[in-house]
Nanobody, 120 residues
Framework: QVQLVESGGGLVQAGGSLRLSCAASGNILRIDVMGWYRQTPGKERELVATTTSGGIINYADSVKGRFTISRDNAKNTVYLQMNSLKPEDTAVYYC??????????????WGQGTQVTVSS
């Protein structure tokens, strides 16, 4: 019902920057929370940043001051600007969205993930 497509991952040196994009398509009405999670082998998927349809933003402590999440409602797209990247930021980054229909339970959607690798 909702498709999320990430882009913008790649290889960057420590201290560099990347900008991730996630475009939502399909049944995009009543999408509330959108955000980014990341995961490395042997680790659980962790929250990076989220934003609600009302503009409330939440960041993980590890990325505060370095990452910025933003949202373009007209384009159904959420962005993650990543500055001052560190090797420990290396992970697969996943776009996430919650859709709350008027009737029925909340639905969760995930993108396919985009690899971010930060070299020393």
């Amino acid at each position: 019902q909702v498709q999320l497509v990430e882009s913008g991952g790649g290889l960057v040196q420590a201290g560099g920057s990347l900008r991730l994009s996630c475009a939502a398509s399909g049944n995009i009405l009543r999408i509330d929370v959108m955000g980014w999670y990341r995961q490395t082998p042997g680790k659980e998927r962790e929250l990076v940043a989220t934003t609600t349809s009302g503009g409330i933003i939440n960041y993980a402590d590890s990325v505060k001051g370095r990452f910025t999440i933003s949202r373009d409602n007209a384009k159904n797209t959420v962005y993650l600007q990543m500055n001052s990247l560190k090797p420990e930021d290396t992970a697969v980054y996943y776009c996430h969205a919650d859709r709350r229909p008027l009737i029925g339970t909340k639905h969760k959607y995930w993108g396919q993930g985009t690899q971010v690798t930060v070299s020393s």
